[in-house]
């Protein structure tokens, strides 16, 4: 599986930015099987969860996005979008997308979980 995620860049606190992530995934295989999840780190801290949904397409979200921030799926389109409103300086980081199909619900919060990442897009936000 490979993911390409863009999107990220320079905005000022209260704006937004829409995340995507492509996927490549085996033949055979259906990209609605997976769960897709976004994950950010900013410099000098931990890889912290952002947002994930399912192949039920359940959402999860951590407490600091919740309301701000919306994850969806096109499966026809293999991608995971991340629409980011209201954003906060504490929002900037480098945002990855992260795929796998053998979690379960209690894992998804966890980033050494998943098998598959993406390469990462900035993400600032200006005060």
């Known amino acids: 599986v490979q993911l390409q995620a863009s999107g990220g860049g320079l905005v000022q606190a209260g704006g937004s930015l829409r995340l995507s992530c492509v996927a490549s995934?085996?033949?055979?295989?259906?990209?609605?099987?997976?769960?897709m999840s976004w994950f950010r780190q900013a410099p000098g801290k931990e890889r912290e969860f952002v947002s994930a949904i399912n192949r039920d397409g359940r959402l999860f979200y951590a407490n600091s996005v919740q309301g701000r921030f919306t994850i969806s799926r096109d499966n026809a389109k293999n991608t995971v979008y991340l629409q980011m409103n209201s954003l906060k300086p504490e929002d900037t980081a480098v945002y990855y997308c992260a795929a796998d199909r053998q979690l379960i619900l209690s894992e998804y919060r966890r980033s050494y979980s998943y098998d598959y990442w993406g390469q990462g897009t900035q993400v600032t936000v200006s005060s």
């Open positions: 995934v085996p033949s055979g295989v259906s990209f609605r099987t997976y769960v």
